[in-house]
């Protein structure tokens, strides 16, 4: 058993720290700078996609021992168009971020959205 868990983490791929930094916010970016930037390009987004924010949250972070989950909560409302539009531009972003969750419910002709989403920060 501990010969074929060896070769296996041979096998896998192997992240370098120069990727990883890339793909992640620095160990020393703050908590609610990390989140204000994601609001901030997440409110520009959602409205060019004819999307109104209603409101905002800054839930507590996810840490781990070496990545850490940095996440916000935006209330929108608009039309099932414009979330699908933002959601596909979600995926442009330089670094990933990931949707952990989505609702959605119908308000008069609108819809009302809540987006649960996660950015990155690398803790090692």
């Not at 990883?20 to 520009?44: F, M, N």
Request: no cysteine; charged share 30%.
């Amino acid at each position: 058993l501990e010969r074929r868990l060896k070769q296996r983490a041979e096998q896998s791929p192997k992240w370098d720290n120069e990727a990883l930094a890339r793909l992640s916010y620095p160990k020393d970016a703050p908590d609610p700078v990390i989140q204000s930037d994601l609001v901030r390009r997440l409110i520009e987004l959602a409205e060019t996609k004819g999307l109104t924010v209603l409101n905002f949250e800054f839930p507590d972070v996810a840490r781990g021992k070496e990545i850490s989950e940095i996440g916000v909560l935006l209330r929108f409302k608009g039309q099932p168009r414009g979330l699908v539009d933002l959601l596909k531009e979600i995926e442009q972003f330089p670094k990933p971020l990931s949707v952990k969750s989505v609702e959605s419910s119908k308000s008069g002709a609108d819809f009302t959205v809540v987006l649960s989403i996660v950015a990155f920060r690398l803790e090692a």
